[in-house]
């Protein structure tokens, strides 16, 4: 079993920055890939960013391309999100997930495990 720990977040002005981070610990050695999406209320849950655990290409969403980033610290098992030039879009519920098998990085039903969830308020 894979659990995920998240952190950070918080409220920023628009145009601002914060980090997230997510540490994994269990189960590691299962693990596949790890996402980032966001929740807002009334609406579907939504890819943001996933990263293969081993490497390779990432992949961004058109909504956050050149504005989220993504860092490693591989020794801990924690994967960070840079959220920069934030707009009060960006406002909502972020929860990182991880995948144990082969599927497909953009869909949350191939996500397993999953992170507490933690809020990002953007004010314009």
């Known amino acids: 079993q894979v659990i995920l720990q998240e952190s950070g977040g918080g409220l920023a002005q628009a145009g601002g920055s914060l980090r997230l981070s997510c540490a994994a610990s269990g189960s590691t050695f299962r693990l596949f890939a790890m996402g980032w999406f966001r929740q807002v209320p009334g609406k579907e849950r939504e890819f943001l960013v996933g990263?293969?655990?081993?490497?390779?290409?990432?992949s961004f969403a058109d909504s956050v391309k050149g504005r989220f980033t993504l860092s490693k610290d591989n020794a801990k098992n924690i994967k960070y999100l840079q959220l920069n030039s934030l707009k009060p879009e960006d406002t909502g519920v972020y929860y990182c997930a991880a995948m144990t098998s082969a599927g497909i990085i953009t869909q949350d039903t191939a996500y397993a495990a999953w992170g507490q969830g933690t809020q990002v308020t953007v004010s314009s």
């Open positions: 990263t293969w655990w081993t490497g390779g290409d990432n």
